[in-house]
């Protein structure tokens, strides 16, 4: 980190003080952006699995634009939480929960205000790179809601993205549809030459070695 990284954690823990003598449980209006802009930049939040506690500290000075996303993502740390003190543990529930896609979502709108407010780029895994692809630029397409992707990576880069409909999508043209986009994205990732395969349910659909492939079904 920087050197002014010290000085910065210090006014943010003078600014968290002040807030919690005065026993305030919600954000403050409107909200603090340099403290969260400084909590940010320190770490918090921007971990692929941000803990209570940094969530707690960044709902304390979050502005009324990224509250909403900050309460969603305590939600769902408190829920993982409960589900690792379960015992015997559910296993298929905590790797639900922690490969959620709309979780990642929700961790790639922030990453999305941490960039355009703070100035501030996370460096994220793959499939939270992918979702805030297709948040900006496919987020009323028709398979978007659809779909879930996973991703093979070797030294960072990303050498095989595999997009999975569970069901046959109606109407078909969207395999083509999510293959021209998983494309553009493996392209604009830095991964090209890299596999895109669109599978549905069991079923590969279509497959090409290179982002430059041409996405028509047979």
């Known amino acids: 980190m920087r050197q002014t ?13 002040a807030l919690l003598a005065t026993a305030c449980s919600d954000a403050p209006e409107p909200g603090d952006l340099a403290a969260f802009c400084s909590l940010l930049e320190t770490g918090s939040g921007l971990t692929p699995s941000p803990t209570t506690a940094d ?18 993502l305590q ?15 559910d296993l298929e529930a905590l790797f ?18 941490a960039l355009s407010s703070c100035g501030i780029a996370a460096d994220r895994p793959a499939p939270t790179r992918w979702n805030s692809f297709v948040q900006d630029n ?25 997009v999975v409909f569970a ?16 494309s553009e994205f493996l392209t604009a990732d ?4 890299g596999r895109v395969q669109v599978v549905v349910g069991s079923v590969i659909a279509l497959e090409y070695d290179s982002p430059n492939g041409l996405c028509r079904l047979p």
């Open 138 to 162: 496919y987020a009323d397409a028709g398979w978007s809601d659809l779909v879930t992707a996973q991703f093979v990576v070797d030294s960072e880069r990303i050498e095989t993205a595999t």
């Open 55 to 72: 969530l707690e500290r960044l709902a304390l000075v979050a502005p009324p634009a990224v509250r909403p996303t900050i309460e969603a």
């Open 96 to 113: 639900n929960a922690r490969f959620d896609p709309q979780a990642s979502r929700e961790q790639a709108a922030l990453d999305r205000y």
């Open 190 to 193: 830095g991964a090209d030459p």
């Open 167 to 182: 069901q046959t999508p109606e109407p078909l043209s969207l395999v083509e549809d999510v293959c021209r986009s998983m």
């Open 75 to 89: 939600n769902r740390a408190r829920d993982f939480g409960e589900l690792l003190a379960e015992n015997p543990p």
């Open 5 to 17: 990284t010290g000085v910065k954690r210090a006014l943010v823990a003078v600014i968290l003080t």
